[in-house]
Each structure stands twice: as structure tokens, then as C-alpha cells.
T-cell receptor
Framework: DAGVIQSPRHEVTEMGQEVTLRCKPISGHNSLFWYRQTMMRGLELLIYFNNNVPIDDSGMPEDRFSAKMPNASFSTLKIQPSEPRDSAVYFCASSPDLSTDTQYFGPGTRLTVL | GEDVEQSLFLSVREGDSSVINCTYTDSSSTYLYWYKQEPGAGLQLLTY?????DMKQDQRLTVLLNKKDKHLSLRIADTQTGDSAIYFCAERAYGQNFVFGPGTRLSVLP
């Protein structure tokens, strides 16, 4: 299995632009998680899905952030409009289901907002 | 709420043992994990332990759990330069979210 796939690996954009991050979970995994990692705040859970349904989005910083999972093999995290403080590494992780003990992380997308 | 704490930095000499410590607050934690993050990469699951266990050994890695003190440690025997990375402790109660610590940056000196 290729593992969790994220794209792009690096994104540089200007303040005010829309940014879309993509994730393909491991085939057969039913749960998908979006995390943000910064030096200041460490690893933060933004939102997670189970069977394509958002379960908890309380970690989403504000309305500029939105996430979708239209099918079992694809999810997006969108920031519109982006701001410099959104600069971070965004990780996607998947898990067979919510009760399973492990999550498998993708390589991350490094976002820089100028 | 749940909280996981770790010291932020650790330096050891190549060939020595490394011990990375972690404390957590959620007494209902069911699973406790150690993840490794190398520069520019995602988190890689190293090992995990169920809360009803005291110890787990996997090759050079030994995990010790003191449930009474809510203390978890990861020992890396014969530490190599390739072990240089950030190590994250995480805990999870059944059906709940993962809670990650801030990570411990391990530097292995030649």
C-alpha cells in the first residue's frame, strides 16, 4: 500500500488566496483526520471524519477553514481566504476505524502564506 | 481537558541509551503511543502499549508505563545517528481523539 498520500507537498501562496490541500487515505480505512503542526502550538487536530461524515470539527480555527470528504478515498482541506498565520505543516492521517488503536500519517503539506 | 507533557530536548552520544519521558493526565487513557518524526516527514508510529501493560519491548525500543503516576517512557538502546528525530508521545481513551505531546527533539552526537 502507498500509505496516506497528500498533495501538494509544498504550497506557497499570497495572503487572501484560496488554498486547497488534498488527501487520499489508505484504502479500506474509514476514519480520516486533519492536523496542523506549528512550532508554537505543536500538533493540533482540526477535524476528523468517519465513513465520510465529519464527526468533530471543533479544532477548526475559524470559518475560513473548511473540510470535505466526498468519498472514501478523498478529502480536502480548504482555507479561504488564507492568512500568514495559517502557515504550517498540515497532516492528514487515516485509521481503519475510530476504535482502532493506530493512525497512519501522510507526509504533510508545508503551507507558506506570504 | 487531557494534557500530555514531554521535555522538549534530549541529547545523547551515539551508542548510549536514550530515555524519553512523557506524562499524561487522562486516567481513562486506553492506548499510549510513541511516534517518530524525521525532518520534513510525517509522523511514523513506532510502538504503542495498552494501559493494562507495564512494559513492551520491540528490538531496540522499550516502553515502560507507570499507570499510577501516569508516566510513560521510551528507551532506545544503542542510539544511532539515524535515531535523531522528534519523538511524540500520544494518548487516547477508547473512542476518543488522540492527544499528542509537544514532542521531544532527540539529538544524537557522534
Amino acid at each position: 500500500d502507498a500509505g496516506v498520500i497528500q498533495s501538494p507537498r509544498h504550497e506557497v501562496t499570497e495572503m487572501g488566496q484560496e488554498v486547497t490541500l488534498r488527501c487520499k487515505p489508505i484504502s479500506g480505512h474509514n476514519s480520516l483526520f486533519w492536523y496542523r503542526q506549528t512550532m508554537m502550538r505543536g500538533l493540533e487536530l482540526l477535524i476528523y471524519f468517519n465513513n465520510n461524515v465529519p464527526i468533530d470539527d471543533s479544532g477548526m480555527p475559524e470559518d475560513r477553514f473548511s473540510a470535505k470528504m466526498p468519498n472514501a478515498s478523498f478529502s480536502t482541506l480548504k482555507i479561504q481566504p488564507s492568512e500568514p498565520r495559517d502557515s504550517a505543516v498540515y497532516f492528514c492521517a487515516s485509521s481503519p476505524d475510530l476504535s482502532t488503536d493506530t493512525q497512519y500519517f501522510g507526509p504533510g503539506t508545508r503551507l507558506t502564506v506570504l | 481537558g487531557e494534557d500530555v507533557e514531554q521535555s522538549l530536548f534530549l541529547s545523547v552520544r551515539e551508542g548510549d541509551s536514550s530515555v524519553i519521558n512523557c506524562t499524561y493526565t487522562d486516567s481513562s487513557s486506553t492506548y499510549l503511543y510513541w511516534y517518530k518524526q524525521e525532518p520534513g516527514a510525517g509522523l511514523q508510529l513506532l510502538t504503542y502499549i495498552f494501559s493494562n501493560m507495564d512494559m513492551k519491548q520491540d528490538q531496540r525500543l522499550t516502553v515502560l508505563l507507570n499507570k499510577k503516576d501516569k508516566h510513560l517512557s521510551l528507551r532506545i538502546a544503542d542510539t544511532q545517528t539515524g535515531d535523531s528525530a522528534i519523538y511524540f508521545c500520544a494518548e487516547r481513551a477508547y473512542g476518543q481523539n488522540f492527544v499528542f505531546g509537544p514532542g521531544t527533539r532527540l539529538s544524537v552526537l557522534p
